[in-house]
């Protein structure tokens, strides 16, 4: 009674299983869009050991409409801790690592790319958001990488 009740819960057996949300925040100028860095659960000593090693780390971008599968994923070199989207070009995003080192992607494009494109797109998996697969095939999620 007065509680708080869950409204929504987004999950990717591929990116986010076994992980922790490092960092989250709305997509600007989409309604019902978040984005969420995911990281492994490990200590500060874990992570210290770990801080020269190459160990791929995702943030995943959730459309309220389909809680199973991303909308596309922005891939880095090392762990995101902190992102945000640029305020006067929503189209690039810039994320600080554990290691101190800043990533940048470019996502112009991706809320327009033709359900084709998304079914022959990068790699990844998954179907969603509105995305026709009417041709019995996952679309795919799109994986946009660092620059």
Same mark, same amino acid.
């Given at each position: 009674?007065?509680?708080?009740?869950?409204?929504?819960?987004?999950?990717?057996?591929? =990116?986010?299983?076994? +992980? @922790?949300? /490092?960092?989250?925040?709305?997509? #600007?100028?989409? +309604?019902?869009? @978040?984005?969420?860095?995911?990281?492994? &659960?490990? *200590?500060?000593?874990?992570?210290?050991?770990?801080?020269?090693?190459?160990?791929?780390? =995702?943030?995943?971008?959730?459309?309220?409409?389909? &809680?199973?599968? #991303?909308? =596309?994923?922005?891939? *880095?070199?090392?762990?995101?801790? *902190?992102?945000?989207?640029? &305020?006067?070009? &929503?189209?690039?995003?810039?994320?600080?690592? =554990?290691?101190?080192?800043? @990533? @940048?992607?470019?996502?112009?494009?991706?809320?327009?790319?033709? #359900?084709?494109?998304?079914?022959?797109?990068? /790699?990844?998996?998954?179907?969603?958001?509105?995305?026709?697969?009417?041709?019995?095939?996952?679309?795919?999620? #799109?994986?946009?990488?660092? +620059?």
């Amino acid at each position: 009674h007065g509680g708080l009740t869950e409204a929504q819960r987004f999950t990717d057996l591929t =990116y986010s299983k076994n +992980k @922790v949300v /490092s960092a989250i925040c709305w997509v #600007p100028n989409r +309604k019902g869009v @978040v984005a969420c860095a995911c990281t492994d &659960p490990a *200590s500060q000593t874990d992570r210290l050991a770990t801080m020269g090693r190459l160990t791929p780390a =995702y943030i995943l971008v959730w459309n309220f409409r389909d &809680p199973i599968h #991303p909308e =596309y994923v922005l891939e *880095s070199p090392h762990e995101v801790f *902190s992102f945000q989207y640029n &305020p006067s070009n &929503p189209d690039i995003v810039v994320g600080g690592c =554990y290691n101190g080192q800043i @990533v @940048v992607w470019e996502t112009e494009g991706l809320e327009t790319m033709p #359900p084709a494109a998304k079914q022959q797109g990068k /790699s990844g998996r998954g179907a969603g958001g509105g995305w026709d697969d009417s041709a019995g095939e996952e679309a795919i999620t #799109p994986i946009i990488r660092h +620059k």
